[in-house]
């Protein structure tokens, strides 16, 4: 059955051909948006997962930020208010930071010229709310650093930096000396470039500025009113948002994209069933007088309808298997090009396992759908008329 | 006297066309006997093509009873019609209907395979069937390769592969050549003669039709003569 379905598939090669390449692109294109967001929800579960801050403080232009270690909209509060923060019943420590983007350029075009992520911060700010991080080469910032960072491992592996070496990277003229980089999480860490906070200010001219605040409190169950009373504090400069809070925007956003690329990918998809459908229609009613010679000398409905199936099956599956194959190429230059143009390094399309068997199940799924109507169609045909057939 | 194969009584096939009856078969009584190799003339229309569809089941009478080795047909469910089909009935066409994707030796092997036999039989007995319609060094050669005579081998070939009871040939000669038609005539002599095999054949042509043992003619649905 498998081997006469195959050899009647290879009757027309280039119409199989393009059958199969048809709904390849449309699962290669599936798996390519929907790696986009799998890769990012990765990113931020990883990242979420390492944080150890219960509250972030942003200043009121800030709203809506999904992550503000990582992206900075350019707004700031008054470091005088981090003292304030401090003294909110239930607030533990307060941590300020002042995150901006940097661009490193070597002008080659390559994959290192890109954006990365400056985050100043107060030398406690590693041990206590990144405890998992732990450094490849070096040491972590302290007390005394001056115009010395630590560096994420991807930072460290595209750019072909080493410890004591300076950060191919002005910043407001300042030239920053690599004291340690951090093992690889696989996260958004791997991304960032940590620096004492008062240098980052000092270099960027900001000084008694921070564009945000972590905060840990002492009682995780009242984060929520702690985070209402910090905003309470100014409420016109500043809000306090729980990372339970952060995370479901992030979500949201992600749920949102997600739907996004669902709907597109259902139309690619919808398109592949039409296609491998259309196909099989022609194929099958070119070969009515032959199936119906078949039914003639005894083969059942049922043989038939199985011999059909499987060769919109075959079909599927090796469009499934070549979409996944483009899909994994596709989500590697989704990511190229979200390095290469938007700048963002961190952000990576992923076409993980459980995503190409989706798609391979989808794909075995359109062969077979689009199996069922031909062969339902081909087995109620009158023998005597199949055999008339021209 | 030879057992019966075939047996049909006041068969009918009534046709709606048009919102008029048109009677393919009417009331037909025949008997075939095991060894019989009969010819079925008539003019274009006379039901010939029908009579034999019935009696392949392939077609259902409108009215009527069909035995095949006495066995009622009327009764059976499709899967055993299938059956009964891949067994006991070996169809050969007019225009051979061979499987362009399959050399002549897996044309004969897939009744065989379809019929459950193993895969070392099949290709036994299709290599000695291609062999004994003339073919032997034909065996890997596809349809397309074939000229129309031996595209004709290969289906009395596959026809015989289940060793049926009977052999149902619509106009087998008709898409053939007078030197072709005269081969093919024969070959159905031989598999008659030495395989035993009980023939039907729809033909238009007389001298195909002097071949057989027995010739039938039909006018408007009926058999007309029987010698």
């Not at chain 2, 009331?27 to 039901?47: A, C, H, I, N």
Request: proline share 3%; aromatic share 6%; hydrophobic share 45%.
């Amino acid at each position: 059955m498998f081997r006469l379905a195959l050899r009647n598939l290879t009757r027309r090669r280039t119409r199989t051909s393009l059958t199969i390449l048809g709904v390849a692109v449309a699962i290669t294109f599936t798996i390519g948006l929907l790696s986009i967001t799998e890769g990012f929800m990765n990113g931020f579960n990883m990242n979420a997962k390492e944080r150890k801050e219960d509250i972030y403080v942003l200043p009121r232009g800030a709203r809506g930020l999904g992550s503000p270690m990582l992206v900075s909209s350019g707004a700031e509060f008054s470091q005088k208010r981090v003292q304030d923060i401090g003294g909110v019943p239930n607030v533990e420590t307060v941590y300020p930071f002042y995150t901006r983007q940097v661009y490193f350029g070597d002008g080659t075009g390559s994959l290192t010229e890109s954006f990365f992520v400056l985050d100043g911060v107060t030398p406690d700010f590693l041990p206590d709310l990144r405890p998992s991080l732990e450094v490849e080469a070096g040491r972590l910032l302290e007390q005394d650093d001056h115009l010395g960072v630590v560096i994420g491992a991807e930072i460290a592996r595209s750019v072909k930096l080493q410890v004591d070496q300076t950060l191919p990277l002005k910043v407001g003229g300042f030239e920053l000396r690599i004291l340690g980089i951090l093992k690889s999480t696989g996260g958004l860490d791997d991304y960032i470039v940590y620096a004492p906070l008062q240098d980052v200010q000092l270099a960027l001219d900001r000084e008694g500025w921070v564009t945000g605040a972590a905060v840990t409190v002492k009682d995780p169950t009242m984060a929520e009113e702690t985070a209402d009373a910090i905003t309470n504090l100014s409420s016109e400069e500043l809000f306090g948002q729980t990372s339970e809070q952060i995370a479901g925007v992030v979500k949201n956003l992600m749920s949102m994209a997600r739907a996004i690329h669902l709907s597109v990918a259902s139309i690619a998809l919808l398109i592949g069933v039409l296609f491998v459908l259309s196909t099989m229609l022609m194929a099958v009613s070119e070969r009515t007088k032959e199936i119906g010679t078949m039914r003639a000398i005894g083969v059942g409905r049922i043989t038939i309808f199985r011999l059909i199936v499987t060769e919109s099956l075959i079909t599927g599956v090796l469009a499934g298997g070549i979409g996944c194959l483009g899909g994994v190429g596709l989500s590697r230059l989704i990511t190229w090009a979200i390095h290469r143009f938007a700048g963002a390094a961190f952000l990576q399309a992923v076409a993980s396992p459980r995503l190409l068997g989706a798609g391979l199940l989808i794909a075995v799924l359109i062969g077979i759908l689009s199996g069922l109507y031909p062969a339902w169609r081909i087995t109620k045909t009158n023998i005597v008329e199949a055999l008339r057939y021209e | 006297m030879n057992e019966v194969v075939v047996e049909a009584r006041q068969l009918s096939k009534v046709y709606v066309m048009g919102g008029e009856e048109v009677r393919a078969v009417d009331g037909v009584d025949l008997e075939v006997r095991k060894g019989d190799f009969v010819s079925v003339m008539g003019p274009s229309g006379s039901g010939k093509t029908t009579l034999l569809n019935l009696i392949g089941c392939i077609d259902c009478p409108t009215s009527g009873a069909i035995r095949l080795d006495g066995q009622d047909t009327a009764g059976l469910k499709e899967v055993e019609l299938d059956r009964l089909r891949m067994r006991r009935i070996g169809f050969v066409f007019q225009s051979f209907n061979l499987m362009p994707i399959m050399t002549a030796l897996e044309n004969v092997m897939f009744p065989m395979e379809m019929a459950g036999v193993s895969r070392k039989e099949q290709v036994k007995r299709a290599t000695e069937l291609l062999t004994w319609v003339g073919l032997p060094k034909r065996l890997h050669h596809k349809p397309r390769e074939l000229s129309a005579g031996e595209n004709q081998r290969v289906g009395i070939a596959r026809a015989l592969a289940n060793s049926p009871s009977i052999l149902l040939a619509d106009e087998p000669t008709g898409n053939l050549d007078s030197k072709t038609t005269k081969e093919i005539s024969l070959l159905f002599q031989r598999v008659n003669s030495e395989h035993g095999m009980t023939i039907m054949l729809i033909t238009h042509n007389e001298a195909v039709a002097e071949v057989a043992s027995r010739v039938l003619r039909m006018r408007d649905g009926r058999l007309v003569s029987d010698a």
